[in-house]
């Protein structure tokens, strides 16, 4: 309740702020995601809603995703004329993974309505097959397309309300998914209420950004990049003061082509916990921490998946590797060190509590 949030800043400098979202857990249990809106929109239907939701639809407009959409373009309707800040989530492409038929079978062909459920664990182990996998991945593929196509039609909005010159919009996503890539089936692991170490790969960890700013020529940027710098990004744009208080960095000096990279290095990690801890990181359902779960650090082509002290580490060279099948860091021991000393070093600037810090301060 007491961090600086960016709508907070946003909605003191004057500008219009909304969020509309299907994700069902931004304001359940006092999680507080609707702090610092001027409104607040939550499209029920996912969730424990999911089953109303299911018994209700009858055309792709009724799914969450496109409702949550369409309420976002009713609202540019009605606001296109003020400075505005518009948030919309949709927990889309997320299991169960049920889009309209019509989006599946741009993947697989004579599909007969399965649903195959991620088992968050290694998949083999649990007696999946390679088909059931197969399944999994095209309807997760035509939910994505769904989603594309709203997405879509929400540009397209903004477009007609003459809004391109003078919106910046930004696209991305939380976290990806394996779908039998080290043989898991899951974004983590995780059964009956625990959770267990699975590493971040980067099929989970490497997400897409896509940022659009007026008069900004498109281009791809090969730069080191972490979700917690569209914060000083969005402020600095806005033309609102950056508080001492945020970690991340603004990601204009890229955007303008100043620079190459702001930074060293980027970490992907759940909120540190320590074994025995409780967390509701992943839903509002709480779940125990049974091992300490691994961080990725990433430095130029380098990444290290490390755990805490004594635990086994691995390095992957992305360039020469990006499946990452061959774990070099018996090959490499320099690099190892230097990454897991930036990685320490990361966490001391961010005043990271002695108790998590202790166990993570050695290889």
């Not at 939550?42 to 407009?61: C, L, P, S």
């Not at 759940?270 to 691994?294: A, I």
């Not at 499946?323 to 005043?351: I, T």
Request: a negative charge; hydrophobic letters at 40%; glycine letters at 6%.
């Amino acid at each position: 309740r007491d961090e600086i949030i960016l709508p907070q800043l946003l909605t003191e400098a004057g500008y219009r702020t909304m969020a509309i979202v299907d994700t069902p857990f931004f304001v359940r249990n006092g999680y507080g995601y609707d702090r610092g809106f001027h409104d607040f929109r939550w499209v029920r239907g996912q969730g424990a809603d999911r089953q109303d939701t299911n018994y209700e639809r009858r055309y792709e407009e009724d799914y969450c995703a496109p409702m949550t959409f369409a309420a976002a373009e009713r609202w540019l309707e009605r606001h296109y004329k003020e400075r505005f800040f518009l948030y919309v989530d949709t927990w889309d492409p997320h299991e169960p993974w049920d889009p309209p038929a019509h989006y599946v079978e741009q993947y697989i062909s004579n599909w007969d309505g399965t649903l195959v459920a991620p088992c968050y664990w290694y998949w083999k182990e649990r007696g999946l097959t390679e088909g059931e996998l197969a399944i999994a991945r095209a309807c997760y593929a035509g939910e994505v397309t769904m989603v594309d196509r709203w997405t879509g039609r929400l540009l397209e909005r903004i477009e007609s309300l003459g809004l391109m010159d003078k919106t910046i919009i930004v696209f991305t996503a939380d976290h990806g998914f394996y779908f039998g890539e080290h043989g898991m089936f899951g974004k983590t692991l995780m059964q009956a209420g625990r959770f267990y170490g699975a590493p971040l790969y980067e099929e989970v960890a490497r997400v897409p950004l896509l940022i659009y700013v007026p008069g900004v020529k498109p281009r791809r940027i090969n730069a080191l990049v972490t979700l917690p710098d569209l914060m000083p990004t969005l402020l600095e744009l806005a033309g609102v003061e950056i508080p001492d208080t945020v970690q991340a960095k603004s990601l204009l000096p890229l955007l303008r082509g100043e620079a190459r990279q702001v930074h060293r290095c980027v970490v992907t990690t759940m909120p540190l916990y320590n074994p025995g801890e409780v967390t509701r990181v992943v839903d509002n359902f709480e779940r125990r921490v049974e091992e300490f779960l691994p961080a990725t650090i990433t430095a130029g082509w380098w990444q290290l998946l490390y755990t805490c002290e004594g635990m086994p580490v691995e390095l992957y060279n992305l360039r020469d590797d990006p499946q990452q099948k061959h774990n070099v860091a018996k090959k490499h021991p320099n690099v190892v060190e230097r990454m897991h000393s930036m990685f320490v070093q990361l966490l001391e600037e961010w005043r990271t509590d002695e108790r998590l810090l202790a166990p993570r301060r050695k290889l």
